[in-house]
T-cell receptor, first 113, second 112 residues
Framework: GDSVTQMEGPVTLSEEAFLTINCTYTATGYPSLFWYVQYPGEGLQLLLK?????DKGSNKGFEATYRKETTSFHLEKGSVQVSDSAVYFC????????????FGSGTQLTVLP | DVKVTQSSRYLVKRTGEKVFLECVQD?????MFWYRQDPGLGLRLIYF???????EKGDIPEGYSVSREKKERFSLILESASTNQTSMYLC???????????FGPGTRLTVL
């Protein structure tokens, strides 16, 4: 079945540091790929997504590129802020389907001032 | 904006009790989902529904049931709560033809 593997956390960075959170997936065909973010005490929010190979999703300074050849969708941000402290989830769903999201285990990010 | 609401943010129940978790969405979405979130395991799908009175099992349906009598409301039922059902429960919805789900704030359930 489909699966998503994320780098384990927690990750602690200083403000303005560069962020990478690795995500690789196993799926048949061409899934849609997502990054969701969960701020403390809240539900999940869609951060960005990409639906086909080489697409780059971006939002709030975060970026991730759909790499079919390496089955990866790594999340990056050039300069993190304290307000980026949250749990980040990589996820996939079969293309064009909202029937089921398969999530990674989540990565806790803490940004220190 | 899409709004998904859940009836409680925090809930404490005793073993053996029947527990109802309610989820309401205001955007006329066909699809609705219940997940549980546990540390180190991410989110796992319990049940989903793609129409009124329709339901399908997710990855971990054991010990749970669901009800969808109206399009905007999707209920998760724990017939006899057990301590291993202590978890964060998240509801989500999505419109047809898209692959983006919108999540509620979650209900943290503790079963003593």
């Amino acid at each position: 079945g489909d699966s998503v593997t994320q780098m384990e956390g927690p990750v602690t960075l200083s403000e303005e540091a560069f962020l990478t959170i690795n995500c690789t997936y196993t799926a048949t065909g061409y899934p849609s790929l997502f990054w969701y973010v969960q701020y403390p005490g809240e539900g999940l929010q869609l951060l960005l997504k990409a639906t086909k190979a080489d697409d780059k999703g971006s939002n709030k300074g975060f970026e991730a590129t759909y790499r079919k050849e390496t089955t990866s969708f790594h999340l990056e941000k050039g300069s993190v802020q304290v307000s980026d402290s949250a749990v980040y989830f990589c996820a996939l769903t079969p293309r064009g389907s909202a029937r089921q999201l398969t999530f990674g285990s989540g990565t806790q990010l803490t940004v220190l001032p | 904006d899409v709004k998904v609401t859940q009836s409680s943010r925090y809930l404490v129940k005793r073993t053996g009790e029947k527990v109802f978790l309610e989820c309401v969405q205001d955007m006329d979405h066909e699809n609705m989902f219940w997940y549980r979130q546990d540390p180190g395991l991410g989110l796992r799908l319990i049940y989903f529904s793609y129409d009124v009175k329709m339901k399908e099992k997710g990855d971990i349906p054991e010990g749970y049931s669901v009800s969808r009598e109206k399009k905007e409301r999707f209920s998760l039922i724990l017939e006899s709560a057990s301590t291993n059902q202590t978890s964060m429960y998240l509801c989500a919805s999505s419109p047809p033809g898209t692959d983006t789900q919108y999540f509620g704030p979650g209900t943290r359930l503790t079963v003593l």
